[in-house]
């Protein structure tokens, strides 16, 4: 019996609800909860009661009222799409009730602007004791890039040395500014400070203080910045060969010009603030008044290509190696209704859940995307919308 539970409506969810809802073969009965009600309602109305058999309202902040709502539905699987935030509580109240679990973003606290996996590695015994499993990071960036390079390990090198991730959207919303992605979180991650990994130890710089340009597939040569990401963290932990591992994401200048202002006026803030008589945190007004991610999709023009450059050693000689997608706002649009940005994280989380619940990724305790045989992965993506290419060329990086 493959029954999930899929807690959050935003975004990312539509596109995950959409897809496993058209995919009874490996999700026979979706039940869905989130904080708003409505949401979950119109979704469950576009996918038909058959395949949405039941919408709840939950507050995913509270452990006991997800615990409470997993003895209700009896799922074998809760797949969370809420935001970073929920991941502690939703993680304690899949152990109390004995389901696996399945996120795509680390958890973060709300009060501090610092993502990393040391909360949610703290439960890997618990989880193992009670015989269910964890399956962190299962979106595009972290998820995707980490099976990337988990195939690339296993295939077309003897030992990885150089790992650089680029994410590129070459699209067109046509909004003066607007993120892809929850802007709360997104803006939360872009304004920290950098970080990669060099020589065995972390290094930092300034925020989008290291540039370079790259030539994008599809897309053509964009300014790309170092940013630090998630994933960056477990495959220098589980690739020790590593000797350096960045994350670059590309910006326009407008969207720049736009943060900085932002920032520099105080609104990209988590501190909270006196207005009217009651506190309020810059950053979550800010979220308020900018464009709804989901409602970007139509009209979005253009593409994204994310993918992962490595270098390393097969047989005593060295090459670089580049694994990319690129996936079309349009096309995404046309299929569930959702921007690339949301697609391209949702539909890993559709192949994480499919590969859980019939046993291929199946262990207990907590784990990374990159712990497990990539191979099932890449073919699933190739199925289901992501289709990926692997050349041989000349890296990009100084060494
Ligand atoms: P959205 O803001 O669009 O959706 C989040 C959903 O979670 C909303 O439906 C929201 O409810 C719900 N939610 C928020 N708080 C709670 C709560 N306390 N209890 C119950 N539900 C809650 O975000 P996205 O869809 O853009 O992003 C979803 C996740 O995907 C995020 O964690 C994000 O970081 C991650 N992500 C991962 C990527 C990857 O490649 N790995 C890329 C992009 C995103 P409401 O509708 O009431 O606000």
Redesign the pocket.
Same mark, same amino acid.
């Given at each position: 019996m493959s029954r999930v539970l899929i807690? !959050?409506?935003?975004?990312?969810?539509?596109v995950t609800v959409k897809k496993c809802a058209r995919l009874p073969e490996f999700f026979a009965e979706i039940y869905l909860?989130?904080?708003?009600l409505s949401?979950c309602e119109a979704l469950q109305q576009e996918c038909g009661l058959d395949r949405i058999k039941g919408v709840f309202a939950?507050?995913?902040?509270d452990a006991k009222q997800v615990a409470d709502l997993i003895r209700k539905v009896e799922p074998k699987l809760v797949i969370n799409?809420?935001?970073?935030?929920?991941d502690l509580p939703i993680m304690d109240a899949c152990l109390e009730t004995g389901v696996d679990y399945l996120?795509?973003?680390n958890y973060e606290p709300k009060d501090v602007a610092k993502f990393e996996y040391s909360w949610q590695w703290a439960y890997h015994e618990r989880f193992q004791e009670k015989g269910i499993m964890a399956l962190l990071?299962? !979106?595009?960036?972290?998820?995707?890039t980490n099976v990337y390079t988990a195939y690339a390990a296993k295939h077309h090198f003897d030992e990885i040395h150089y790992l650089d991730i680029v994410d590129c959207n070459g699209g067109d919303h046509g909004q003066a500014f607007a993120t892809?992605?929850?802007p709360e979180?997104?803006i939360r991650e872009i304004t920290q400070r950098g970080r990669y990994w060099e020589n065995g130890e972390w290094k930092e710089t300034d925020p989008i203080s290291v540039r370079q340009d790259i030539d994008y597939q599809n897309i053509g040569v964009r300014a790309s910045y170092l940013l630090f990401h998630e994933e960056l963290e477990s495959l220098v932990k589980h690739f020790p060969t590593l000797k350096r591992a960045r994350f670059w994401m590309t910006f326009g200048e407008a969207y720049l010009t736009h943060l900085r202002v932002l920032e520099s006026v105080g609104m990209t803030s988590i501190e909270p603030v006196e207005f009217q008589g009651q506190k309020i945190v810059p950053l979550e007004f800010l979220k308020a008044v900018l464009p709804?991610?989901?409602s970007l999709a139509e009209g979005y023009t253009g593409q994204t290509c994310i993918g992962t450059y490595i270098t390393g050693i097969k047989d005593g000689k060295e090459k670089t190696i580049f694994i990319y997608n690129n996936c079309d706002h349009a096309v995404c649009n046309a299929e569930v209704g959702a921007q690339a940005?949301?697609y391209?994280?949702g539909v890993?989380a559709m192949i994480g859940a499919a590969l859980m619940l019939n046993g291929t990724w199946k262990k207990a305790g907590v784990w990374n995307m990159e712990q497990f045989d990539p191979d099932p992965f890449m073919e699933l993506l190739n199925q289901h919308g992501l289709p990926w290419h692997l050349i041989e060329c000349d890296s990009p990086f100084a060494k």
């Open positions: 807690i !959050g409506a935003g975004g990312v969810s539509t909860a989130s904080r708003t949401k939950v507050d995913a902040d799409l809420a935001l970073p935030y929920q996120d795509t973003a990071g299962s !979106g595009f960036d972290p998820g995707v892809n992605f929850n979180i997104n709804n991610p989901g940005v949301s391209t994280t890993p």
